[in-house]
Nanobody, 112 residues
Framework: QVQLVESGGGLVQPGGSLRLSCAASGTIFSIYPMYWYRQAPGKQRELVAHITGGGSTTYADSVKGRFTISRDNAKKMVYLQMNSLMPEDTAVYYC??????WGQGTQVTVSS
């Protein structure tokens, strides 16, 4: 059974940084693309970043240059480094991949 568990969310001031982590278990990890999504209150869930098994990445325009997705296949981990955070980045962030599996989400709040 595949499990995805996020961690690393929290409250941060505008301009600050956070690093989200997603731990995968239950299956071969390295062959699957992985994704970070987010959902703000009253809004649809949106794709933030994507990484292939080989490490190629894509980003939403709203986070390009500020967020970096990475992965450690040996540890079955995916990361989202978020810099220069803005209040509009406030959302629940979800890890997604390995078929249609989702984590439980981690709250990120950017506020002074």
């Amino acid at each position: 059974q595949v499990q995805l568990v996020e961690s690393g969310g929290g409250l941060v001031q505008p301009g600050g940084s956070l690093r989200l982590s997603c731990a995968a278990s239950g299956t071969i990890f390295s062959i699957y693309p992985m994704y970070w999504y987010r959902q703000a209150p009253g809004k649809q869930r949106e794709l933030v970043a994507h990484i292939t098994g080989g490490g190629s990445t894509t980003y939403a325009d709203s986070v390009k240059g500020r967020f970096t997705i990475s992965r450690d296949n040996a540890k079955k981990m995916v990361y989202l480094q978020m810099n220069s955070l803005m209040p509009e980045d406030t959302a629940v962030y979800y890890c997604h991949g390995i078929g249609n599996n989702w984590g439980q989400g981690t709250q990120v709040t950017v506020s002074s």
